[in-house]
């Protein structure tokens, strides 16, 4: 469904818009209140509350996100997070529990207990890099080893003294992992897929079978090239810039050229995995083998992803965006721009975008053209970015329970308070483009810090709006230690 409107929206509306749906996750979070996962569940929403109160300085946000951080704590007792994924298990409530440590530091405690158990569990995973051995959920943001080594770097960055010995022992491993990922032996790459580690579902006898439809469309296996599932997030984990020094040990130096190595290669792989033919950079969903070289074959038939964070140009240039600075090499935020800027000139059937949330939405362009503005001083970046923000706007509407619905691909509404397909995603976008420390969020969707001002290429100070200045604050910082007592393992 295509948005009613597509008018300019000023910052005062925008502040209207994201309080009326931070009011209204106060008053009922419906279904996600039950749920311990970042993407859908309980920390998602407090993740969003905590901003809302920093921009508002509002204290009823922080206090309800709170009781969300508790419902967590209550609902991984229950049913305990096995997994350690960022969007789906235990990396995401580390990640949460950071953002309020960052103001209340009696979370500390917990946040140290919970990066060792999110360690641990990572230390416990046989991580393969052999090609044909790797699955996407291995390696990928959503669930794997990206997700994985963002919130305990991002801990650890918190907890200082604090993190503990397989903290750091974890993080180095899980950077040594995603760098070998990024080597190319000439064959098949070894972030391959091949169907025997298919995502599963559990068959007639209760054990894991493929999806159906991998096996059938994918018979020889395949390359995703989305950020959520393929190696874009693999590119942006490199990227951090802490990450040379994961482990802590006389090995940081031998650790960032093996890294700045691994981002090279693989920015450059990207750029060679791009559709040929069009007049604007554009990346399919999937790749499959070639039948002869096991490598991605570009030569096939391919169609354009959707433009948005979860696949296509937007999220593969988020990650190329950040390549440049770590590796040295301005191509890939040269590439980063072109597809960006491409993306205007997509057409509208090819773009598919139809719903004002983060992970196949609005909401999350919002954060990346914001980003990529913020970055570069690009003037043609913010321009599009606040026509995506007056866009996603548009959607608003009062009869929705959050305020902003989800779309289906059938155009069908469905109604969610979480973070990547709900309303929680769409305060966050719309709190990012008003403050400059509420945009700091966006390092959950690039596994990136928010970059610090600079200098532009084309002179202006990045980050600076060359027609309008930069954004007013909307609220100031709260003074850290002043946010109302409460931890996580309080019930």
């Known amino acids: 469904m295509e948005s009613r409107s597509a008018g300019g929206v000023t910052d005062d509306e925008v502040l ?5 749906v931070a009011d209204r996750l106060v008053e009922s979070a419906g279904d996600a209140a039950g749920k311990a996962d970042l993407a859908d569940g309980a920390p998602g929403i407090a993740l969003a509350l905590r901003y809302a109160a920093e921009v508002f300085d509002d204290d009823r946000y922080f206090t309800t996100g709170q009781r969300h951080l508790r419902r967590t704590a209550e609902a991984s007792a229950t049913a305990p997070l096995h997994a350690p994924g960022l969007y789906l298990g235990t990396a ?12 209340e530091p009696r979370y500390l405690p917990t946040l140290a207990t919970m990066t060792d158990r999110l360690a641990r569990q990572t230390l416990a995973i046989t991580l ?5 051995s790797v699955a996407s959920h291995d390696y990928d943001v959503i669930g794997g080893a990206a997700g994985w080594l963002s919130a305990l770097l991002k801990a650890a960055d918190v907890l200082g003294g604090r993190a503990t010995d397989a903290t750091r022992e974890a993080t180095g491993r899980l950077a040594d992992y995603l760098v070998e990922l990024t080597h190319d032996d000439g064959g098949t790459l070894r972030w391959f897929c091949a169907p025997s580690h298919f995502p599963s579902i559990p068959g007639p006898d209760g054990q894991p079978t493929p999806l159906p439809g991998y096996v059938k469309n994918f018979p020889d296996g395949v390359y995703n090239l989305g950020f959520a599932h393929g190696p874009p997030g693999i590119l942006a984990a490199l990227c951090r810039p802490d990450i040379a020094g994961a482990a802590g040990t006389a090995d940081s130096g031998a650790r960032a050229r093996r890294v700045r190595q691994g981002v090279r290669a ?8 791009r559709i040929d033919g069009l007049d604007y950079p554009a990346w399919a969903n999937l790749l499959l083998p070639h039948p002869d070289s096991g490598r991605p074959d570009t030569g096939a038939s391919q169609v354009p992803a959707r433009s948005a964070w979860c696949y296509g140009p937007p999220g593969v240039a988020a990650s190329l965006l950040s390549a440049s600075p770590a590796c040295g090499d301005p191509e890939p935020g040269d590439l980063a ?47 599009m970015r606040d026509a995506f923000l007056s866009r996603m706007c548009s959607y608003a509407d009062q009869s929705h329970p959050y305020l902003f619905p989800d779309y289906d691909p059938w155009g069908e509404q469905e109604h969610s308070a979480g973070l990547l397909n709900g309303a929680a995603g769409v ?9 400059e420390a509420a945009a700091g969020w966006d390092e959950l969707l690039f596994l990136t810090p928010r970059p610090p001002r600079g200098d532009a290429p ?3 100070e990045a980050g600076t709006r060359p027609e309008a200045g930069t954004r007013p604050e909307a609220g100031t910082r709260p003074e850290t230690g002043t946010r109302p007592e409460g931890s996580m393992g309080e019930t």
């Open 92 to 103: 995401g409530v580390v990640w949460a529990v950071t953002e309020y440590a960052r103001l």
């Open 337 to 383: 721009v072109a597809t960006l800027l491409g993306v205007e000139r997509t057409p509208a059937e090819q773009q598919r975008v139809n719903s004002p949330t983060v992970c196949h939405g609005l909401a999350g362009l919002v954060a990346i053209y914001g980003r990529a503005a913020a970055q570069t001083g690009v003037p043609d970046l913010w321009r």
């Open 427 to 435: 305060l966050l976008a719309l709190l990012g483009t008003v403050s």
């Open 16 to 20: 209207r818009l994201a309080r009326e």
């Open 458 to 460: 084309d002179g202006t």
């Open 266 to 273: 693989l920015a450059r792989t990207l750029a060679q995995l």
């Open 128 to 132: 393969h890099t052999a090609a044909g």
